[in-house]
T-cell receptor, first 114, second 112 residues
Framework: DGGITQSPKYLFRKEGQNVTLSCEQN?????MYWYRQDPGQGLRLIYY???????QKGDIAEGYSVSREKKESFPLTVTSAQKNPTAFYLC?????????????FGPGTRLTVL | KQEVTQIPAALSVPEGENLVLNCSFT??????LQWFRQDPGKGLTSLLL?????REQTSGRLNASLDKSSGRSTLYIAASQPGDSATYLC???????????FGAGTTVTVRA
């Protein structure tokens, strides 16, 4: 059953903590993306990776970090430097990192700061 | 910078009525445009992708049109059903960029 999985579904963070969101895909896609969604706003790109061991900052990368050690996995760490991390985080993948291909999304992780 | 706008933000219709959802964008040099559906608390499901060379794309009761010169796309959903209730988002990719620019979405409620 091919697709994108994200875990956990809900995550709670205390002030000053770093937390890591998991994203795994078995679609054999080269490119992966992390987006943030806030109420009433469109999705905003945090980081993207077009190939293993390479990634680039998106529009709102400050306070976040990523790694891409395996093709299937693209974890996102929300650091204590991110001042307003409460949001819905979505991971996506596409066959390549070009715009020709559709992006497919995971079910999301809702992060709440306590 | 590409700006994508979806108006209205919310829409309520009786079952059976046709839905018309609008998406406008400021930079007409797009590569493609994608329509997504999002159910509450869930991820996005891709509905239709229209390449810049296409005028429309159809899938079942869904039809999406694209007019690059006027910076508009319209998603038509025929004979709406309560199961069509969701938020619909459009996203645009520019010709020189792989990134998607998203609208804020239109939340649709279909009343039984």
């Amino acid at each position: 059953d091919g697709g994108i999985t994200q875990s956990p579904k809900y995550l709670f963070r205390k002030e000053g903590q770093n937390v890591t969101l998991s994203c795994e895909q078995n679609l054999n896609h080269d490119a992966m993306y992390w987006y943030r969604q806030d109420p009433g706003q469109g999705l905003r790109l945090i980081y993207y990776s077009q190939i293993v061991n390479d990634f680039q900052k998106g529009d709102i990368a400050e306070g976040y970090s990523v790694s891409r050690e395996k093709k299937e996995s693209f974890p996102l760490t929300v650091t204590s430097a991110q001042k307003n991390p409460t949001a819905f985080y979505l991971c996506a993948s596409s066959m390549t990192g070009t715009v020709v291909n559709e992006q497919f999304f995971g079910p999301g992780t809702r992060l709440t700061v306590l | 910078k590409q700006e994508v706008t979806q108006i209205p933000a919310a829409l309520s219709v009786p079952e059976g009525e046709n839905l018309v959802l609008n998406c406008s964008f400021t930079d007409s040099a797009i590569y493609n445009l994608q329509w997504f559906r999002q159910d509450p608390g869930k991820g996005l499901t891709s509905l239709l992708l229209i390449q810049s060379s296409q005028r429309e794309q159809t899938s079942g009761r869904l039809n999406a049109s694209l007019d690059k010169s006027s910076g508009r796309s319209t998603l038509y959903i025929a004979a709406s059903q309560p199961g069509d209730s969701a938020t619909y988002l459009c996203a645009v990719a520019l010709s020189n960029d792989y990134k998607l620019s998203f609208g804020a979405g239109t939340t649709v409620t279909v009343r039984a």
